[in-house]
């Protein structure tokens, strides 16, 4: 017990002093191999082999999509799209700011791209507009969320990748919950706009207005249905998709919007080089955390400390859920769902409870996490787009807490809100 205790006390000392958590992984799964005579050589094998599986390819593919998305100014295209369609509601760019979300989350697959990308076109525009800084942050961080879990998802890819679990059925999955979540954002802002006397500003756009917009818009909207189409049919694997979606968006916006030129790719190309390699070297220190977790035997004394939770569905989701939560709070995502993944899975057959809801449940808990200090990445990332601090973004984050808390709990009880879409379009993933 005190080689766990030491392992997961200096993974948190070490994030504490402020170094990178991918780096903090790798030095106390170190020091506790030392202590156990296991060389510094077998480590690094472990952190080889846990980065040498051609799904994970799928990571900086995607981010190259929306990178190049971001840079062809596809953004603004899209962003006028939604506002053809909901700028009129009461809280008329908030609800911009989430649906374009939405649309942008089957692009990308990842939050903190979503929150940066939209957040600098979307902040500014709602501030200009009349919106507290510390509301036009925490929507932003709120709609960003919703980037892992309505596919292409990075989140996913990483959880079928390590745990044998149909990608196709996870992203299929994410497809209700990340629409019901950007619904009900939708209605907290309304809410917000009708109690502080918002006024709408934009009148209902014409029939010609949409349609206008909407041609503007149509190439970039065929990218999410060219991934999901792709997999869904079989024609390629999520990997696959992540380079036919890459190229796609590269003739996109070098030869039909020519909004891009060779300097401009450059730049994209080293942003998601980048913008990649934090995922993937905290994939790589939890490979070696993790290890050492199945090392000393983690899982098992976890799973005999839950004593009468095993095998109840209810209560292993609720402890899952909790669990996740509270690593979310602390650490990124990645590195959360590779080390307790192996403890999830064990728990979830225990409880017979599907895989694939098991996967979009976290993956939409790891989302919530985004939103929580001390490392909410799109909380961070929204204040600081907003010059504000992160505390008044979260006091204003309040009612997006509870809806968003309230929405896992449905999850929970009701599986078929996630499992609908796959049992259709993946019935293989369910065949006994």
């Excluded at 010609?208 to 991934?227: G, H, Y």
């Excluded at 690593?327 to 403890?343: E, K, N, Q, Y």
Aim: glycine share 10%; aromatic share 10%; net charge positive.
């Amino acid at each position: 017990m005190g080689l766990i205790a030491f392992l997961f006390i200096s993974f948190f000392a070490l994030c504490l002093i402020g170094i990178p958590v991918a780096v903090s992984l790798c030095i106390s799964a170190f020091a506790t191999g030392l202590f156990v005579g296991i060389t510094p050589i077998v480590m690094c094998q472990q952190i080889y082999a846990q980065l040498d599986t051609f799904t994970l390819l799928a990571i900086p593919l995607f981010l190259l999509v929306g990178q190049i998305m971001d840079h062809g100014k596809v953004t603004e295209r899209l962003v006028g799209f939604a506002h053809s369609l909901v700028g009129h509601i009461t809280g008329g760019l908030g609800h911009v700011n989430v649906v374009s979300n939405m649309i942008m989350a089957g692009i990308s697959g990842s939050a903190t791209a979503d929150a940066a990308a939209l957040g600098g076109v979307m902040i500014p525009a709602m501030k200009k507009e009349g919106y507290p800084s510390d509301m036009a942050a925490a929507i932003n961080a709120a709609a960003a969320t919703i980037g892992p879990i309505i596919p292409p998802s990075i989140m996913m890819v990483v959880y079928g990748a390590y745990g044998s679990v149909s990608i196709a059925a996870l992203f299929t999955g994410g497809i209700i919950p990340g629409v019901v979540i950007g619904l009900t954002l939708m209605v907290v802002i309304y809410q917000w706009c009708k109690r502080n006397k918002f006024e709408v500003k934009e009148k209902r756009a014409t029939f010609k207005e949409v349609l206008k917009a909407t041609r503007k818009a149509i190439w970039s909207l065929l990218v999410p249905f060219i991934i999901i189409g792709g997999i869904l049919s079989g024609k390629f694997t999520a990997t696959e998709s992540g380079m036919v979606a890459a190229i796609y968006s590269l003739v996109l916006v070098a030869l039909i919007y020519r909004s891009c030129n060779f300097k401009d790719l450059i730049q994209v190309f080293k942003n998601a080089l980048v913008g990649s390699a934090q995922p993937l070297l905290c994939i790589g220190g939890a490979g070696a955390f993790g290890y050492m977790m199945a090392y000393l035997r983690v899982p098992q004394i976890l799973m005999q400390a839950a004593g009468p939770i095993v095998g109840n569905p209810i209560l292993t989701l609720l402890f899952i859920t909790v669990l996740y939560i509270i690593l979310g709070t602390f650490m990124d995502a990645i590195p959360a769902i590779v080390i307790f993944l192996p403890l999830v899975l064990e728990m979830a057959k225990a409880a017979n409870i599907n895989s694939v809801h098991m996967g979009v449940l976290v993956t939409v808990v790891l989302c919530f996490g985004l939103l929580t200090p001390p490392y909410g990445m799109t909380l961070l990332l929204s204040s600081g787009i907003a010059g504000i601090s992160a505390v008044r973004v979260i006091r204003a984050l309040k009612w997006f807490y509870i809806v968003y808390i309230i929405i896992i709990l449905v999850l929970i009880f009701v599986p078929d809100i996630i499992l609908f879409v796959p049992k259709i379009l993946v019935p293989s993933s369910f065949a006994t």
